[in-house]
């Protein structure tokens, strides 16, 4: 028996449920069959009432806890927040986690076949939006016997996904958690976005997106992509503390190689995300961020968009997230507000930038786990406390 | 256990209510109230262990400085507001007031009295800032800067053409002895003052 920390959910497989009813997308086109891949932590009650379902940022995936096998060296990407006894309590809450339609981790993307053509999807895979994988979502619910979910989380494009299943399926979600996230993009985010997407595009390896064709991949553009995106993660703080100005060996040496610790670190962490990562899932996930705006139905009022929304809302953000600052948290709150909607806030003080949502932090920790309580004690949950 | 102030303004607020109270600590009005009267509003708080024990009691709680005002409540968005023992503490309880009233037509304050008979004998016998049960931090280190007597208060509602709708003292035991019925600027340890703009 491998050793694995007591609060941590342990060993976990993922899952795949595969879907033969087509799926029509925000964009006019219709997927006509789809895998999705997931995760399950904790147990499912008797009245399925427990259920909680996590959704992921632009490079997540499902494998947000646990370990794949006794050597994987890092749990998954939120086990700081989910397992026994942490804030989403595995001991009470069965947590389903999901790797997004478009994705690049085993759900139906551009990197599966393309049943009419036979080849990889590639650059033909539909643009999919938030609305499109809340409907997905769904559909996985309903196939584990879930009619609503205890809550729904999630940080980041996470977040996003969260608020719009508010607005999609008000009776099926009982409490949500909007973390680091915002009602939208600014011009600023989009930007940010654009410039990793003309990264890929630009690599003489994309060839339209149809890189696999070729046997290759647009690792250079991807690179840059995951490096631009890596700043916009950190503060300056903590970038700060963590490299200054600290060079890789004593001297300048006046040349173009990498000298500052930071550009060591950046080029390192756009490597790894290179071969990791398939190009054409990074262009789609941006454009989900880019297009999200549920007010734009409503002549851009927010507090309008909301009406639908009925559950109580916990909506947190880091003091030093300059990616989506607290002010964008802000705005939705007011918008809440002045929709009489059920809805706490509370701003972090972290000096981890927009990163902060995915690490463990004790006010974060404390908010997190008393909202969770209080959403257990809503639905009568059995467990410790 | 409620406080004193709290019981009284439990007693005042009608069922159904919307509310927002500004400085709710941990949610013990607006949780008692949500229980008992179905009142329903937000709590505005900024210390960390109020936050999260509103959110353990599913008490609606904005982390939100009041020295920023009430911009994000548009006019008449609650039927009232309260403030208890915060007043004190912002920087322009004068403007707070009138915030307080663009966002309902009713509100609620309640804080120390510094004319307090206790407090006088203290500055005025002892020479020292006075120190009580009301008012227990050091000159240093009070985060009271605007510290105020029921004279007062009534005079700053007077000049900004508010009415009183009602008044009351709250000193824990002693509440609602004749004297401090009768000399509420002397023998009122807390004041409470339920205001409304002049209709």
């Keep these: ?385 | 256990m409620m406080r004193a102030d709290l019981k009284l303004i439990h007693a005042w607020i009608p069922e159904g209510a919307r509310v927002l109270d500004l400085g709710c600590g941990e949610g013990t009005l607006l949780a008692a109230l949500a229980r008992d009267k179905d009142v329903t509003g937000y709590g505005l708080e900024i210390a960390p262990e109020g936050i999260t024990a509103c959110l353990a009691k599913g008490v609606n709680v904005i982390e939100q400085n009041l020295d920023e005002g009430l911009a994000n409540f548009d006019d008449n968005a609650c039927d009232l507001v309260v403030m208890t023992q915060a007043l004190q503490a912002l920087r322009r309880p004068d403007l707070m007031l009138d915030e307080m009233l663009r966002v309902a037509g009713e509100c609620i304050i309640t804080f120390p009295n510094f004319a307090y008979w206790r407090h006088r004998a203290y500055l005025g016998f002892k020479g020292y800032m006075p120190v009580s049960r009301s008012l227990p931090h050091a000159w240093y280190d009070t985060p009271n800067i605007h510290l105020s007597t029921f004279n007062d208060f009534e005079r700053l509602c007077r000049d900004k053409g508010l009415s009183i709708v009602d008044r009351a003292v709250g000193i824990g035991d002693h509440e609602g002895h004749w004297t401090s019925r009768w000399w509420p600027n002397l023998f009122g340890e807390i004041a409470i003052f339920r205001v409304a703009r002049r209709s």
């Excluded at chain 1, 060591?264 to 961020?289: C, E, I, P, V």
């Design chain 1, 1 to 385: 028996m491998p050793e694995f920390p007591r609060d941590s959910v342990g060993l976990v497989t993922p899952e795949t449920a595969h879907f033969s009813d087509p799926l029509a997308l925000a964009c006019g086109r219709t997927l006509p069959a789809y895998d999705l891949v997931y995760e399950t932590y904790g147990t499912l009650n008797a009245e399925r009432s427990n259920a909680i379902l996590i959704c992921h940022a632009l490079s997540g995936h499902h494998h947000a806890a646990g370990f794949h096998s006794a050597d994987e060296r890092k749990p998954g990407w939120w086990d700081a927040h989910i397992g026994p006894g942490k804030s989403i309590d595995t001991d009470r809450f069965f947590v389903i986690s999901v790797n997004n339609l478009g994705g690049c981790h085993g759900s139906t993307g551009p990197t599966s076949e393309n049943p009419e053509t036979g080849r990889q999807w590639g650059p033909d895979f539909p643009i999919i939006t938030v609305v499109d994988w809340v409907h997905s979502q769904a559909q996985l619910a309903d196939r584990l016997g879930i009619e609503r979910f205890a809550a729904v989380i999630g940080g980041s494009l996470g977040g996003m996904q969260v608020l719009q299943w508010t607005l999609s399926y008000p009776e099926r979600i009982a409490h949500a958690v909007v973390i680091a996230a915002t009602p939208k993009l600014s011009a600023q985010n989009i930007a940010f976005n654009e410039v990793a997407r003309q990264a890929i595009r630009s690599d003489p390896d994309f060839f339209e997106g149809w890189y696999a064709d070729h046997d290759t991949a647009p690792r250079r553009g991807l690179k840059l992509a995951r490096m631009v995106g890596h700043i916009t993660y950190l503060s300056e703080d903590a970038m700060g503390s963590k490299f200054g100005r600290d060079l890789r060996s004593t001297d300048l040496n006046f040349g173009f190689d990498v000298e500052f610790q930071v550009e060591s670190y950046l080029r390192y962490q756009g490597d790894t995300f290179s071969t990791s990562f398939d190009a054409n899932t990074y262009l789609l996930m941006t454009k989900a961020l880019d297009y999200f705006d549920p007010a734009a139905a409503h002549d851009g009022e927010l507090a309008r968009a909301l009406a639908p929304a009925a559950c109580p809302f916990l909506v947190v953000s880091f003091t030093t997230d300059w990616r989506f600052p607290p002010s964008r948290s802000k705005e939705l709150v007011n918008a809440l507000i002045r929709a009489d909607k059920s809805v706490s806030y509370v701003n972090i003080d972290s000096s981890h930038g927009h990163d902060a949502f995915l690490m463990p932090e004790p006010r974060y920790q404390a908010v997190f786990a008393a909202f969770m309580d209080r959403a257990a004690r809503d639905l009568g949950l059995e467990g410790h406390s």
